[in-house]
């Protein structure tokens, strides 16, 4: 059975973005609830092909429809790869698909996601702190908060929740998972009201949530993965576009289409050209419209940025 999945975020500018040939082949690294997949086979011909990754299994049901079966069913330009696409490169070598006309990264959390309880992504919802995008691995967000320490949680919520008084916060979660393990999200809503600024519960919160989950999923690491290997699997004339949705994963696809260095340090040749391996096409950054915003508020914090392989 599905999972029921909002409309893709910035649909239209990312199909425009990825200047998709019939005959291409093309890869969706997050294929989700398969909206971004779908448009991409819509526009592509017979011998066109398409390749999605996913390491979530809610989102592995909505592939059902698309994927070759047994029976002989299904889009047979159309290949699942059930894995994180840190793993990319190895798979499209094994798949013989490389290299690729496009690549297209809808980074981030599903609504789905967001939307069921028992994922634990969600501060509306109560259910186990899970947080966990592939259930393959071991640690989810309660087991996280048991094991580490004062120090490396106060990094963690500075670092990957930009958590105001991050030092404060984390010594609160340590003296309240001691006093009674955390093991829910409203539990671990509640182990924080001493230290929730009043007025800014919902803003503090997602912070708090967000460095959590990208801790247990380690996305950053990921994607910066990614990006170092999109230059290997991406053709010359190719397309690179990726939807973040927090000033991390933006900050780090900016530096790597403009400076190929994650760091945002510009490399030079012996004659002070600048080389990188891509050419963003707009140094701005591609925001929905206020008409898509009121369709799927998810789509609010979203930012697409493309660029071409050189």
């Not at 701005?284 to 392989?309: F, G, H, L, M």
């Amino acid at each position: 059975m599905a999972h029921e999945y909002h409309d893709p975020v910035l649909s239209q500018a990312c199909l425009e973005g990825l200047k998709i040939r019939p005959d291409g082949v093309y890869v969706d690294v997050t294929f989700g609830g398969g909206g971004h997949s779908k448009a991409i086979l819509a526009r592509l011909g017979p011998k066109g092909r398409l390749i999605a990754f996913d390491r979530d299994r809610d989102a592995w049901l909505n592939a059902a429809s698309l994927a070759p079966s047994e029976g002989g069913k299904g889009d047979e330009r159309f290949t699942l790869v059930k894995t994180d696409f840190r793993w990319l490169k190895n798979h499209l070598r094994y798949l013989g698909a490389l290299p690729v006309d496009g690549l297209l990264a809808d980074l981030g959390v599903s609504s789905h996601q967001f939307d069921t309880g028992g994922r634990g992504f969600s501060i509306r919802y109560d259910g186990p702190l899970d947080m966990r995008m592939d259930h393959r691995t071991k640690r989810n967000a309660a087991r996280l908060l048991r094991e580490v320490d004062e120090v490396a949680l106060t990094d963690l919520l500075r670092k990957y929740g930009e958590v105001d008084g991050a030092p404060r916060v984390a010594r609160q979660l340590v003296k309240a998972n001691a006093e009674s393990s955390i093991g829910t999200t409203f539990q671990l809503v509640e182990a924080l009201k001493p230290v929730t600024p009043r007025g800014k519960e919902s803003s503090f919160l997602a912070q708090v949530f967000q460095a959590l989950r990208i801790a247990v999923n380690d996305e950053l690491g990921a994607l910066e993965t990614l990006l170092k290997q999109s230059a290997d699997v991406i053709a010359p004339g190719g397309r690179l576009v990726i939807i973040s949705y927090h000033s991390l994963e933006d900050r780090l696809v900016k530096n790597w289409m403009r400076s190929g260095d994650l760091g945002g340090v510009e490399n030079k040749d012996l004659y002070g050209n600048r080389t990188r391996p891509f050419d963003p096409t707009s140094s701005k950054a591609i925001q929905p419209s206020p008409e898509e915003i009121s369709r799927n508020p998810r789509a609010r914090s979203a930012r697409a940025r493309i660029a071409t392989r050189t």
